[in-house]
């Protein structure tokens, strides 16, 4: 039980850091994990998938308190040109179509799933637009969680069943 324990803590503790960092790869870590047999498919995909649907969850949070903090309200921010030109303008429509299917009530929850499962849309740009909106923090979370674990479980099982038959 100890040794589960152990694998399950590692997996959640890489899953911490692959959300907030985005440089540490989740399907490295579960290749690597499971040719070395460190690690179980199964304590491997929750452990990871609820590390990672915690640490977006923090980074959604800290973008919502973010917004409040006063100094950063308060500092001088360089006025605007006139108008905006041609690609500024398809990256407003882009970021306001975003932030529409996010906040959707049904649709919401869903594309945030997906973000996490499959990462359409990418996950970490998401996490940092719903952060930014009035975004349900517990849907976002919860959904987010569910995706990661759908998906690192799938992996590793994916994985271990190749793995298996290279031996």
Same mark, same amino acid.
């Given at each position: ?33 499971? !040719?070395?047999? +460190? &690690?179980?498919?199964?304590? /491997? @995909? ?6 990672? #649907? ?43 179509? !975003?932030?529409? +299917? &996010?906040?959707?009530?049904? /649709? @919401? ?6 973000? #996490? ?51």
């Amino acid at each position: 039980m100890h040794l589960l324990a152990a694998q399950f803590f590692s997996a959640f503790a890489f899953g911490l850091l692959a959300s907030m960092i985005p440089v540490f790869n989740a399907e490295t870590f579960i290749a690597a994990t499971l !040719a070395t047999d +460190l &690690i179980d498919p199964f304590p /491997l @995909g929750i452990g990871l998938g609820l590390g990672q #649907g915690i640490g977006k969850a923090v980074l959604f949070q800290l973008v919502r308190q973010g917004k409040k903090i006063p100094w950063l309200r308060k500092r001088n921010v360089p006025s605007k040109p006139s108008g905006p030109g041609k690609w500024r303008k398809r990256w407003l429509w882009l970021v306001a179509k !975003a932030e529409s +299917l &996010i906040t959707h009530k049904k /649709l @919401g929850p869903v594309v945030i799933f997906c973000s #996490g499962a499959l990462s359409i849309p990418p996950n970490y740009p998401t996490t940092l637009i719903a952060g930014a909106t009035k975004a349900n923090a517990v849907i976002f979370s919860s959904m987010m969680t569910l995706g990661y674990i759908a998906r690192n479980l799938i992996e590793a099982f994916l994985l271990a069943g190749a793995v298996s038959y290279t031996h």
